[in-house]
Nanobody
Framework: QAQLVESGGGLVQAGGSLRLSCAASASTIRFNVMGWFRQAPGNQRELVAT???????TYADSVQGRFSISRDDAKSTLYLQMNSLKPEDTAVYYC?????????WGQGTQVTVSS
């Protein structure tokens, strides 16, 4: 069992930056792939970015070049650096990991980008 706790969300103007963190209660080395998802009101939850244990990353087209995902397994923490934020990035952001066919989710952190 592991708990994931996100932090770092908030209100920012368009063009600004935020850094999200996801702290795990257990070592993240067990998670081959970790990721960030987001869900805006009225929309389905969508994948934003993933990072593997080896450091391979993937990004949604909508955030490519603006967001950067990373992980520090020594600190059991996942990060999402978000730059050049746009109003359409407004959503609740969730941390996710999968281990032994079990999905782990954080409680989410709100990101609001004003125009």
């Amino acid at each position: 069992q592991a708990q994931l706790v996100e932090s770092g969300g908030g209100l920012v103007q368009a063009g600004g930056s935020l850094r999200l963190s996801c702290a795990a209660s257990a070592s993240t080395i067990r998670f081959n792939v970790m990721g960030w998802f987001r869900q805006a009101p009225g929309n389905q939850r969508e994948l934003v970015a993933t990072v593997s244990r080896s450091g391979t990353t993937t990004y949604a087209d909508s955030v490519q070049g603006r967001f950067s995902i990373s992980r520090d397994d020594a600190k059991s923490t996942l990060y999402l650096q978000m730059n050049s934020l746009k109003p359409e990035d407004t959503a609740v952001y969730y941390c996710h990991a999968n281990y032994m066919s079990l999905d782990y989710w954080g409680q989410g952190t709100q990101v609001t980008v004003s125009s």
